[in-house]
């Protein structure tokens, strides 16, 4: 069982960045896949950014790459999502999930934090 909270959302002029964190508990944090997805009002959960459970290979979204960086720390059981020139399109929920393999499909990830808010103002 893996339990995730994320933090670090917020309201963010465009051009700004955020850095948003996710939590992990559980000691087998290091042997999972992770990746974020988000949800704009209205619309299905999107893919943004996956990472392998060593870190060593990262995926992105076409709308995000070059923009945000996924990483992680796994002595700290944290992944990390650095936003950089936010744009008022990635205003959302940010969810981040846990699961067996890197996947973009939000269905194949076995754990789900809460989410956090991101808004971005034009």
């Known amino acids: 069982q893996v339990q995730l909270v994320e933090s670090g959302g917020g309201l963010v002029q465009a051009g700004g960045s955020l850095r948003l964190s996710c939590a992990a508990s559980?000691?087998?944090?290091?042997?999972?896949?992770m990746g974020w997805f988000r949800q704009a009002p209205g619309k299905e959960r999107e893919f943004v950014a996956a990472i392998s459970w060593s870190g060593g290979s990262t995926y992105y979204a076409d709308s995000v790459k070059g923009r945000f960086t996924i990483s992680r720390d796994n002595a700290k059981n944290t992944v990390y999502l650095q936003m950089n020139s936010l744009k008022p399109e990635d205003t959302a929920v940010y969810y981040c999930?846990?699961?067996?393999?890197?996947?973009?499909?939000?269905?194949?990830?076995?754990?789900w934090g809460q989410g956090t808010q991101v808004t971005v103002s034009s």
């Open positions: 559980g000691r087998t944090f290091s042997s999972y896949a």
């Open positions: 999930a846990a699961g067996g393999s890197v996947e973009v499909v939000a269905g194949l990830y076995d754990y």
